[in-house]
């Protein structure tokens, strides 16, 4: 499965480094002017890359006539695929720290994982290139803030990533692209909640 060892490798690793941090708590650094900056701009990456994802899902739905989520339930189950933990960043007890981690972490994932749409959508190699681009970036983006607090984040080197999953048929291809849009997504409007809510603390 598409980087999922490496994924959940680095969130163990940086699950564990954030609770070692001594450092200023949260409602500090939310008054962090660079801090802010970052939480801002990243709000709008976020958005941009949400947009690249469901313009994706639009050309799967209009190309394969596969749209509606309810009706590929049953597919669904036989797909190599799972969908990224974000759990620390919508739970009631809200850690930022653990949550930039799992950001982190899943947005490799994600950016493994569309190379299957890469194969499936041959014609829009353009869009799908920019958004594992962005998808890098946006990571990153999260990475230098986590080493700007004092912490290590570890990302896989490119050798060391796993291809993109495998399906058994071309159905199961067109479906398996549909979910890891659709996961995409929805792990994106999580993200984006996350940082919104940091943002106005």
């Known amino acids: 499965m598409c980087c999922l060892t490496q994924a959940l490798a680095l969130a163990v690793v940086l699950s564990a480094a954030w609770r070692a941090l001594h450092g200023a708590p949260v409602a500090e650094l939310?008054?962090?002017?660079?801090?802010?900056?970052?939480?801002h701009k990243n709000l709008e990456f976020t958005r941009k890359i949400r947009g690249d994802v469901a313009a994706l899902q639009r050309v799967v739905c209009d190309t394969f006539q596969l749209c509606a989520e309810e009706e590929l339930r049953l597919v669904q189950q036989d797909l190599p695929l799972t969908q990224e933990p974000l759990e620390q960043c919508h739970s009631r007890g809200f850690q930022a720290e653990v949550c930039f981690s799992q950001i982190h972490a899943g947005l490799w994932a994600y950016h493994c994982s569309l190379g299957a749409v890469l194969q499936l959508l041959p014609e829009h190699t353009a869009l799908v290139e920019t958004l594992q681009l962005d998808t890098a970036n946006l990571s990153?983006?999260?990475?230098?803030?986590?080493?700007?607090?004092?912490?290590?984040a570890v990302t896989p080197p490119a050798e060391q990533r796993s291809p993109p999953p495998a399906f058994?048929?071309?159905?199961?291809?067109?479906?398996?692209g549909f979910f890891i849009l659709a996961n995409f997504q929805r792990f994106l409007e999580t993200a984006y909640r996350?940082?919104?809510?940091?943002?106005?603390?």
């Open 194 to 201: 996350a940082l919104r809510h940091l943002a106005r603390l």
């Open 168 to 176: 058994s048929s071309r159905f199961q291809q067109q479906v398996g």
């Open 140 to 152: 990153s983006n999260i990475q230098q803030q986590m080493e700007d607090l004092g912490l290590d």
């Open 30 to 39: 939310s008054g962090d002017h660079d801090f802010q900056l970052f939480l």
